[in-house]
């Protein structure tokens, strides 16, 4: 007879869910987040990134804590205004972006 073996299939992470964005220092951002599946396999990090809407500079940050629910990013020009979003990854690499945050100055 033909023997089959059943292997698990893991897939990237679903993209967090946005709870907010706040401005903790002037120049910097801070993201706060809800994971989501990690489709089979535990999320292993985070990474940000924020988007000036008016000619500001953009920047990112990855952290690889899978408990973290808030990242700040720094380095971005004061007084512009940024949106941001985030992405879990896991074992099989990096899932999708979130939406977009609401506008904020940095």
């Avoid at 033909?2 to 706040?22: D, E, K, M, N």
């Avoid at 220092?25 to 809800?34: C, D, E, P, R, Y």
Wanted: with cysteine; hydrophobic share 35%.
């Amino acid at each position: 007879g033909v023997q089959t073996c059943a292997l698990p299939i893991f897939g990237s992470p679903a993209a967090p869910s946005l709870l907010g964005i706040s401005r903790p220092v002037v120049g910097k951002l801070a993201l706060s987040f809800t994971p989501n599946s990690g489709n089979g396999s535990p999320i292993t990090g985070f990474t940000i990134s924020c988007t000036s809407t008016n000619g500001g500079a953009g920047n990112s940050r990855t952290v690889l804590d899978p408990t973290i629910r808030t990242i700040g990013v720094g380095g971005l020009t004061v007084g512009k205004t940024y949106t941001c979003k985030v992405l879990a990854r896991n074992a099989r690499g990096y899932g999708r972006w979130s939406s977009d945050s609401a506008s904020a100055k940095a």
